[in-house]
Antibody
Framework: QVQLKESGPGLVQPSETLSLTCTVSGFSLTSYSVSWVRQPSGKGPEWMGR???????AYNSALKSRLSISRDTSKNQVFLKMNSLQTDDTGTYYC??????????WGQGVMVTVSS | DTVLTQSPALAVSPGERVTISCRAS??????MHWYQQKPGQQPKLLIY???NLESGVPARFSGSGSGTDFTLTIDPVEANDTATYFC?????????FGAGTKLELK
């Protein structure tokens, strides 16, 4: 079945870089697109960016200058790197499979705290 | 960006009918989708394309609307429907989500 799983550090220092990995199974990254979505505690989700099935990328303009998404299809992994983290980047980060405008399959999420 | 506005909270009794609204700052055609999120869990897709029920979702859930005004209806509400409900649009870039409506059972 379709599965996505995020991994990465739970604590990041202010001004440093966040690196997260999304490992997928049950589908091919060359057939489906994967998005990163984050959610501050008690707030609505925010779309961050997307790795399209063809290898192209799309980013939320609010984050574009700090964000990079890449992939390794041989390992079934999608990567997120975001620099210059601040306290308002604290939240739960999800990877999710994108299809026809919707997000049906989600990882369990990884909680990221930005704090010194 | 398209802003989606939802009422923050609702409280209903089991067995009642509840409508949760979502208003978009600009037209999103029928590219509105609804999610349910329980504490500590990831969002779960309930309705896509404004009115289409996702497979496996109980028929108690339904959606309607087009343009800027959308509604998620639960009829009848059950105790385990306690959750936060988010709308999400995919007509305009970037995809955006509402802030959520927290549904509580009396």
């Amino acid at each position: 079945q379709v599965q996505l799983k995020e991994s990465g550090p739970g604590l990041v220092q202010p001004s440093e870089t966040l690196s997260l990995t999304c490992t997928v199974s049950g589908f091919s990254l060359t057939s489906y697109s994967v998005s990163w979505v984050r959610q501050p505690s008690g707030k609505g989700p925010e779309w961050m960016g997307r790795m399209w099935y063809d290898g192209d990328t799309a980013y939320n303009s609010a984050l574009k200058s700090r964000l990079s998404i890449s992939r390794d299809t041989s390992k079934n992994q999608v990567f997120l790197k975001m620099n210059s983290l601040q306290t308002d980047d604290t939240g739960t980060y999800y990877c999710t499979r994108y299809y026809d405008g919707t997000y049906l399959h989600w990882g369990q999420g990884v909680m990221v705290t930005v704090s010194s | 960006d398209t802003v989606l506005t939802q009422s923050p909270a609702l409280a209903v009794s089991p067995g009642e009918r509840v409508t949760i609204s979502c208003r978009a700052s600009e037209s999103v055609s029928t590219r509105m989708h609804w999610y349910q999120q329980k504490p500590g869990q990831q969002p779960k897709l309930l309705i896509y394309g404004a009115s289409n029920l996702e497979s496996g979702v109980p028929a108690r859930f339904s959606g309607s609307g087009s343009g800027t005004d959308f509604t998620l209806t639960i009829d009848p509400v059950e105790a385990n429907d306690t959750a936060t409900y988010f709308c999400q649009q995919s007509w305009n870039d970037p995809n955006t989500f509402g802030a959520g409506t927290k549904l509580e059972l009396k």
